[in-house]
């Protein structure tokens, strides 16, 4: 019989080593509570899920998915958490791991049984209504799994269904914080479960499931104990770096800030083993993953996804996709408002890491803003570029190319754990890209000191507001990381019989691209086919300051435009009126109403004499590709 043991809980070498990695302040006690308290108890019974971890025959560790209904894991004795669920008897590994393929329905197994008498398990209680989780750390007591009698697949062959009883002993257990928890409506379900995949590399529905997921669910162990907790984002936030026979299955995910413990982490440092299982809520598919991690810190991390500060790398070892293989399912709630945007891979161009150094290029110092419209600005930086390895001078930019800034020396006020009043900032390193607003001299090839860049932008977040808010007289510096940008949406200013002639479709914003490159463009030495050049430009009715403006600084381009208004609810104001006719004086068409496919299709030329660039949101994006189908096209974005 199993004895109750109280584990006072320091801080282990592997989690001591994680906090000195990452500089976090020491601490002088860990909040783990021995066993069970009554309070984590009721937490745990009012949570209709539970997440377990246990090791296989070879150490390896596996995590599940268990439950579907409020009360089927509870206390039911001092430090015994009870627990009754509906499970896939042949193709979980947790319900291998711990009960085994038993050889009599329904025999009870103990962990004396086994060979070294202990079964390490661990736990983690989530309810995605609430956001609430309780982490729980201990060992198997007793189980066993009974066949059910309705558990059937196909052709009416026993689907591998079967409700397991078991009872754990807990021996440490922790309240966690709610970061990253998207809410799900979780329902019970009588699943079918039919392996689809037991090998590698993974199969298509497993990488699709992988891009749709919003969190999954980990194990890990530093041999003396286990920890079972959760990794949540925006769907896609785990990206998978390679999936092939030659190159083996790499996963990445970000780790974002949590509240510093850095219990996960702390075993994966002393063993690098992990067990995860990624749940599709809405089918209850499920996937089964186990393998070893590397933890990649600072610039290490950068390099392998931008903009990301830590990061870890999952080796795949063995998996298993399951198809309805899950007690329950979900309905997609809100998402938590700490999910940073999705990070991609430097692999996959993402946005602002062409072309930019983890090092200062250069110096830029805020000098003019202009206000365009409510909502949209000029911002003009005088540059101050020093030399960089053996003498050479920062090369300017091209029109078209965007900038990387670095904030961080004036936004990053240190780590917070919670922050509800601005829950991006958590996780934000306070880089940005923005597209250059403003051709580079010509015939200038470094950037001198005083060259002038200026960025066109709407205010979002705390790098524009600082922008808008920042007292000109008072120098604001920040640091260059470098210039970067597709070449495939660079006009080509080469001309000949065969460039083909450029449709340029723009929302918002959108149209920065081509405001540096229009007037090499449309001036003398430019495109011989620019006469040709066609804007289809959507603004908001707010934005029609904006508009004027542009057009009014780059002389031809107004006669090459059509200009969408959008959002005027009421007559346009007098001002508004003005500015509209003023620009249909310069030759600008202007209708008040959304762009739409015809007004696409029967721009420029023929479909095999024109190329379009389209620079928009996501998804005005997405509907203006759709119609471009059949087209020669490309797109940038600018939702950096």
């Not at 989780?133 to 007793?142: P, Q, S, W």
């Not at 949209?376 to 960089?388: E, K, N, W």
């Not at 969408?564 to 001002?575: D, I, K, M, P, Y």
Request: charged content about 20%; aromatic content about 6%; glycine content about 10%.
């Amino acid at each position: 019989m199993a004895t109750l043991h109280v584990q006072q809980s320091g801080w282990h070498e592997g989690e001591l080593a994680v906090h000195s990695l990452l500089k976090v302040p020491p601490r002088y006690q860990n909040p783990t509570s021995a066993g069970l308290p009554p309070h984590l108890g009721y937490r745990v019974a009012i949570s209709p899920l539970v997440a377990f971890g246990a090791l296989d025959e070879h150490g390896w560790p596996w995590t599940t998915l268990w439950g579907g209904e409020r009360g089927f894991a509870h206390p039911v004795a001092q430090g015994i958490l009870g627990m009754q669920s509906l499970v896939n008897r042949r193709h979980d590994p947790v319900v291998c791991a711990l009960i085994g393929n038993v050889a009599t329905d329904g025999e009870l197994v103990r962990p004396e049984d086994a060979e070294d008498g202990v079964k390490l398990m661990s736990g983690l209680s989530i309810d995605l209504e609430t956001r609430d989780r309780v982490k729980l750390a201990g060992r198997m007591v007793i189980g066993a799994v009974t066949a059910r009698p309705d558990g059937k697949g196909k052709d009416g062959e026993e689907s591998g269904v079967g409700e397991a009883q078991l009872a754990m002993l807990v021996e440490e257990s922790l309240g966690n914080c709610p970061k990253y928890v998207n809410k799900k409506d979780i329902s019970p379900h009588v699943p079918s479960p039919e392996l689809v995949s037991n090998s590698l590399p993974l199969p298509p529905e497993a990488t699709t499931l992988l891009e749709k997921a919003d969190m999954f669910f980990l194990s890990s162990t530093n041999g003396r104990t286990m920890d079972t907790n959760h990794r949540g984002g925006p769907p896609g936030f785990v990206r998978v770096v390679n999936n092939s026979v030659a190159a083996g299955v790499v996963l990445v995910y970000p780790e974002y800030s949590g509240n510093r413990l850095y219990q996960t982490l702390g075993n994966l440092h002393v063993n690098p083993k992990v067990g995860m299982v990624v749940p599709d809520y809405e089918t209850s598919d499920v996937l089964y993953l186990t393998g070893e991690i590397q933890l990649l810190v600072g610039q290490d991390a950068a390099k392998l996804m931008p903009h990301t500060k830590l990061v870890v790398k999952v080796v795949v070892r063995e998996a298993r996709l399951v198809k309805d293989g899950l007690s329950f399912r979900g309905e997609v709630g809100e998402r938590s408002p700490y999910n940073p945007p999705v990070r991609r891979l430097a692999a996959e161009g993402a946005i602002g890491q062409a072309g930019a150094s983890p090092e200062a290029t250069a110096t830029a110092t805020l000098v003019g803003r202009e206000n365009l419209s409510p909502t949209v600005s000029r911002y003009t930086f005088r540059l101050s570029p020093p030399h960089i390895g053996g003498g050479e001078l920062l090369k300017m930019w091209k029109p078209g190319q965007h900038v990387t800034l670095d904030f961080s020396e004036t936004l990053d006020v240190g780590y917070s754990h919670m922050r509800d009043e601005d829950p991006q900032y958590l996780n934000d390193d306070f880089v940005r890209t923005f597209t250059i607003s403003n051709a580079p001299s010509r015939g200038e090839m470094h950037v001198k000191e005083g060259t002038e860049l200026q960025i066109t932008a709407r205010k979002h977040g705390p790098v524009t507001a600082l922008l808008q808010r920042q007292n000109l007289r008072v120098p604001l510096e920040v640091s260059v990381l470098g210039f970067g940008g597709e070449e495939s949406f660079q006009i080509s200013a080469g001309g000949g019989q065969d460039q083909k002639v450029p449709v340029f479709i723009a929302g918002g914003v959108g149209i920065t691209p081509l405001l540096a490159q229009a007037p090499g463009i449309l001036g003398d030495g430019g495109l011989k086919r620019a006469s040709g050049l066609a804007l289809l430009w959507s603004v908001r009715a707010e934005d029609i300051p904006f508009a004027a403006k542009a057009l009014g600084r780059i002389p031809g381009l107004a006669n090459r435009t059509r200009l969408f208004v959008t959002g005027a609810e009421t007559v346009l104001s007098q001002t508004q009126q003005e500015m509209v006719k003023n620009m249909e004086e310069k030759g600008a068409r202007i209708e008040v109403r959304r762009m739409e496919k015809v007004d696409v299709l029967d721009s420029g030329t023929t479909a095999e004499d024109r190329k379009f660039f389209v620079c928009a949101g996501p998804e005005m994006q997405k509907v203006v590709m759709r119609w471009l189908e059949h087209e020669d096209a490309v797109t940038e974005s600018f939702k950096y």
